[in-house]
């Protein structure tokens, strides 16, 4: 019998599949796009499925632009750890911070806004990146009883990364869609990612696996 037949305690976790994360956005993933009409066919297996949507007030404090003489990508330290500085992207009410026009997922039944606190980028769906400020979704989960959490999405090794380790974290099962994923791979992050999953337990799955099943 086939394990990964979705069922009725099972999540589909869409990460940020927005435009400034695809070609021609602000901070482009290559080749981002390409997953979008994977994902619309991955969605139609789930009962259950939560969309994430970076959402970043003007003056962000993970934009170089907030910070005079810095330029995008390089790191600084905040209060929180070090900070990848990003160009401005996904903010509050702009065309580059909505959902791809192409992403068809009618029944999705949350959408979960993050990194709307200026003083606090936020990767991952369950904590910003303090590790400690929750977004709620654990809480969620729990309520509705969904275990499993299969996650595609923008980028593999930022956003995806840090939901599927943060899922784990919180005693949730997570199984990661790769080729539902794209990767920014900003020093060495997309070898890391997988030597983190590695550790935490987070499953890699191909999307045949699951559409076969």
Same mark, same amino acid.
């Given at each position: ?138 809480? /969620?989960? @729990? !309520? ?5 959490? &299969?996650? #595609?999405?923008?980028?593999? =090794?930022? *956003?995806?990364? /840090?939901? @599927? !380790? ?5 005693? &949730?099962? #997570?199984?990661?869609?790769? =080729?539902? *994923? ?32």
């Amino acid at each position: 019998m086939n394990d990964l037949i979705p069922g009725e305690q099972d999540l589909l976790l869409v990460v940020d599949i927005q435009n400034d994360f695809c070609p021609g956005g602000a901070l482009a993933v290559p080749r981002g796009d390409e997953i979008v009409p994977l994902v619309n066919r991955l969605a139609g297996r789930f009962a259950h499925v939560a969309l994430t949507q970076d959402w970043h007030p003007k003056g962000h404090l993970s934009f170089a632009s907030s910070h005079p003489g810095k330029q995008p990508y390089e790191t600084i330290e905040v209060a929180y750890g070090s900070q990848v500085l990003w160009p401005d992207h996904c903010v509050q009410g702009t065309r580059g911070a909505a959902f791809r026009a192409d992403l068809a997922i009618p029944h999705a039944e949350l959408v979960l806004r993050k990194g709307y606190h200026r003083e606090i980028d936020s990767y991952s769906a369950f904590f910003e990146n303090d590790r400690k400020t929750r977004t709620g979704l654990s809480g /969620y989960l @729990a !309520e509705r009883g969904l275990h499993r959490i &299969f996650l #595609a999405g923008l980028a593999f =090794d930022f *956003c995806v990364r /840090y939901s @599927a !380790e943060d899922a784990c974290r919180q005693g &949730f099962e #997570a199984i990661v869609i790769e =080729d539902a *994923c794209r990767g920014i791979d900003i020093g060495g992050s997309v070898k890391a990612t997988y030597e983190v999953f590695a550790k935490a337990g987070v499953r890699c799955i191909a999307s045949g696996d699951l559409l076969a099943a």
